[in-house]
């Protein structure tokens, strides 16, 4: 009942995303190891250069203002070897200690993006109807996010937005490569309107057709799709790529393991953007029990959870899950979780009867 609605919240983001453009590559930037970790990927470390009369850039980075000489010509105060230039939009003439980087003459090292397609279903069936391939309960996916960097336009992509995938425990959403497939049908749907819009269509022609390629494949029960339009809303306008958006909304679905953070691209030498590397599951329940569970087990005492690069994020073995003390687990976060999600789903069932009654009564 509640699709019947989305076109409308479309339309609304079409609305914001008519009055934004999403940020362009910056050509020129900057970057300076101010703490001395040997990094320039900290918030304030980086930056776009700004544009200044006569076709130069100069660093925002340790900028300051120029002082008036007698002469009446500026001079930098940290030094005559830094040049004053005034704003190409006008304003008082400023140095900066700090040289812009070209990117296309000096283009981003990047690092590869985590490629894990998650435990391959490449069992066979005997007669019994028996699996008989190795079996992994609550196997999970190695995947990124991006915090705020040069790379995210500087923009923080690992930003929970909220539970918007749901947990699918009873539904037809059970597996992490279809809640993917969720993600990426958001998207496409929000894609999709925008480029449309941007094409020359209204916003309702464009609204219908980011609606349409939302709505296609899903189940309504599976994903909170308002809150997944808004959560693409913001994204769409910042440097976040597809997987910054699985993570993101498998990650504040409380879905995700967060290993730990790597750098991911440097310029010159110097990193520039940093990642988070994850371990997503098919469900909260799952991610609980393999952080709480994985500590029981020898086998996972060598490995842990891998590296920020490289998540080791497999699943569980049949006998390590039969090995399993769930009386040492604290598991009243999932209890939570289930209360909580009860009580709303009485709430949505309670306004579906009151509207339906209206629509009848008004007839």
């Not at 006998?319 to 289930?338: C, G, P, T, V, W």
């Amino acid at each position: 009942m509640r699709l019947a609605r989305s076109p409308r919240r479309t339309m609304l983001a079409l609305c914001l995303l008519a009055a934004f453009t999403p940020p362009a590559s910056a050509q020129q930037v900057c970057a300076v190891d101010l703490d001395g970790d040997g990094e320039a990927a900290s918030a304030g470390e980086f930056a776009a250069c700004t544009a200044m009369a006569g076709g130069g850039a100069q660093c925002p980075i340790q900028q300051v203002t120029c002082m008036l000489e007698p002469t009446g010509s500026y001079a930098c105060p940290l030094g005559t070897r830094f040049a004053c230039a005034a704003p190409a939009n006008g304003g008082q003439p400023s140095c900066s200690p700090n040289p812009c980087i070209d990117t296309e003459v000096n283009p981003l090292e990047d690092e590869p993006v985590i490629d894990d397609p998650g435990t391959p279903a490449d069992g066979s069936i005997d007669a019994d109807g028996n699996c008989t391939a190795s079996i992994e309960i609550f196997s999970g996916r190695a995947m990124r996010c991006r915090p705020a960097g040069l790379k995210t336009t500087f923009s923080n992509c690992c930003k929970d937005k909220g539970k918007i995938v749901k947990d699918g425990m009873g539904s037809s959403l059970t597996s992490l490569s279809t809640k993917i497939a969720v993600a990426k049908g958001v998207f496409t749907g929000m894609k999709a309107a925008y480029t449309a819009f941007k094409a020359g269509a209204t916003a309702s022609q464009a609204a219908t057709s980011g609606a349409n390629a939302i709505i296609a494949g899903i189940d309504p029960t599976s994903i909170a799709i308002s809150l997944a339009i808004n959560f693409m809303i913001e994204v769409l306008l910042q440097g976040c790529d597809q997987q910054d958006m699985e993570t993101g909304m498998l990650r504040g679905s409380d879905m995700c393991h967060e290993v730990g953070s790597y750098c991911s691209s440097r310029i010159l030498g110097l990193c520039v953007q940093r990642s988070r590397g994850h371990c997503c599951f098919n469900t909260k329940l799952g991610r609980i029990i393999q952080e709480q569970g994985r500590p029981q087990l020898a086998a996972f005492n060598a490995q842990g959870w891998g590296t920020p690069r490289q998540p080791y994020c497999r699943g569980f073995t049949a006998e390590e899950f039969q090995a399993l003390d769930f009386s040492k687990m604290d598991l009243s976060e999932y209890y939570e979780d289930i209360e909580a999600r009860t009580q709303s789903e009485i709430q949505i069932d309670m306004e579906e009867r009151v509207d339906a009654y209206l629509q009848t009564a008004t007839n």
